[in-house]
């Protein structure tokens, strides 16, 4: 296959894209971010074309979603041919094989879990939803503990457990009660403020929680869970070190409280392995899935240890949760997925290699840091350390307007979370067109987004 390249013919946002970003603007709800002018007519693999003729590569797949490319053609049939059969009939209700077969095979998936069950969602915002409900329903406790800088959604049960960004909180109060927040295990950044996680053991902010909130604030005896991002998203693409998940382990094994990881973005091959939970050898109780698991249909699922999933007939249930279209399209990514592991993890190096030799050369990347194709590059000022933010927000609109698609994360992360059908030749066009930004781009002294990116011709 030939080699493609981004073309920007039309400097974004084109008239056809202004006129659909003006219709937009004028009726779509204001609490949309829209990170930038980008207007989809269609996309392939990990090329996306704008409706003015546009060529870019897709460095952010959705959001990490369009994990098998855009319009795989293979999940693009799946879907044909579910919809030529029936669109909707409700899997609360009824049966049907899709269904099934798709919890059979998430439930497949990590067989150190033990036996499991799968009850399937629309968004990995309702899966975390569920799950609260789960948790709380079979150890009767009430009390939860999540992570600072993490982010699990826009229900008001997953609001409550986010701590990444404050407008996704502020003015939706009261929130849950009963939500402990402790800090992530960062080594880039730790909490005790200590050059990259050099005080070992004591660093672990797992500690805070046996040694301060279970002997001050809480008894253990009424956690139900603790809510974990196994790889931190939204909230920077944070990898924490090996003894921070099986710290939780133990704590929740010692005080019967149920460990939930999060891989809404973290699964689904993500990292080179089904779920990122394998990379860290740490089984949770409840394992949550959405995002990639069906290439951009709406589905997510939580997967749970079968002796945990007890709650009874009617107690939980959804409409359209494992529409049969989406498990169709959900059961066609997984295969493709399966096929991309090995590919993901020597692409991902690939690209970590790359990013450091940058790294080298412009300290304005303080760190490197990912699994597989979840990889983020954090920008900081050279002279402080101090999280770059308008620096990353000047280089997402440069980026972009030179036919490269990539979304920040964090205060100042930008994360790389491509289609996982890239391969060498994506990366190095991506790290091509990423020098050339930070050519440009002047260093991270200017206040605003807007004077940083006045600094550069776009
Ligand atoms: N959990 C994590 C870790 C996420 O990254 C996200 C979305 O970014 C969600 C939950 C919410 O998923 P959704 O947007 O599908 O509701």
Redesign the pocket.
């Known amino acids: 296959m030939n080699k493609l390249y981004p073309e920007v013919k039309v400097a974004p946002p084109g008239p056809n894209a202004q006129a659909i970003i003006a219709m937009d603007q004028r009726h779509s709800s204001p609490s949309y971010i829209k990170e930038y002018p980008l207007v989809v007519e269609r996309g392939e693999g990990a090329w996306v074309h704008d409706v003015d003729g546009n060529r870019y590569l897709d460095f952010m797949a959705g ?1 990490g979603v369009a994990s098998t490319g855009h319009s795989h053609p293979a999940v693009v049939k799946a879907i044909h041919d579910a919809a030529d059969r029936f669109l909707h009939i409700c899997g609360t209700d009824f049966y049907y094989d899709s269904f099934s077969q798709l919890c059979a095979r998430l439930a497949s998936y990590l067989p150190e879990m033990g036996p499991k069950r799968v009850f399937l969602t629309n ?4 899966a ?1 939803e569920g799950a609260l409900k789960l948790a709380r329903h079979h150890t009767r406790r009430q009390y939860v503990v999540a992570f600072k800088g993490g ?4 229900t008001i049960g997953a609001i409550s457990l986010n701590s990444s960004k404050v407008a996704q909180r502020a003015f939706f109060g009261p929130l849950l009660p009963g939500v402990i927040h402790i800090p992530y295990a960062n080594p880039y950044r730790c909490a005790n403020g200590c050059e990259p996680y050099t005080c070992g053991d004591a660093c672990n902010p797992a500690l805070a929680l046996e040694r301060e909130w279970f002997v001050n604030h809480v008894d253990p005896r009424e956690v139900a869970a603790i809510f974990v ?1 196994p790889i931190l ?2 909230g920077g693409y944070v990898v924490p070190p090996a003894g921070f998940l099986q710290h939780l382990r133990r704590i929740c094994d010692a005080h019967g409280i149920l460990l939930v990881f ?1 891989e ?2 973290s699964g689904i091959g993500r990292t080179g392995r089904m779920f990122a939970a394998e990379h860290f050898k740490v089984m949770p109780d409840i394992l949550l899935s ?2 990639g698991i069906a290439s951009g249909m709406p589905l ?1 699922a939580i997967i749970a240890r079968e002796s945990v999933m007890t709650w009874p007939r009617g107690s939980h249930g959804s409409t359209y949760g494992g529409n049969p279209v989406c498990c169709a399209a959900a059961l066609a990514t997984l295969d493709v997925v399966e096929g991309l592991l090995d590919s993901v993890l020597a692409t991902g190096e690939v690209l970590q290699r790359g990013l450091r030799e940058l790294q080298s050369r412009y300290p304005v990347i303080g760190d490197v840091r990912g699994v597989g194709l979840m990889v983020g590059a954090e920008f900081v000022d050279p002279r402080t350390r101090e999280p770059a933010g308008a620096y990353v927000a000047a280089l997402e609109q440069l980026a972009f307007r030179k036919g490269l698609l990539l979304l920040s994360c964090g205060k100042s992360t930008i994360r790389f979370a491509p289609p996982l059908v890239v391969g060498r030749h994506e990366v190095d066009v991506l790290l091509g067109i990423l020098e050339q930004c930070l050519r440009e781009l002047p260093l991270p002294s200017t206040a605003s987004p807007q004077a940083a990116v006045a600094g550069v011709k776009l």
Do not use: L, M, N, P
Request: no cysteine; charged share 30%.
């Open positions: 959001i968004s990995g915002t309702e975390v982010f699990h959604g826009r991002e998203g939204e999060d809404v973005q959405a995002k997510g």
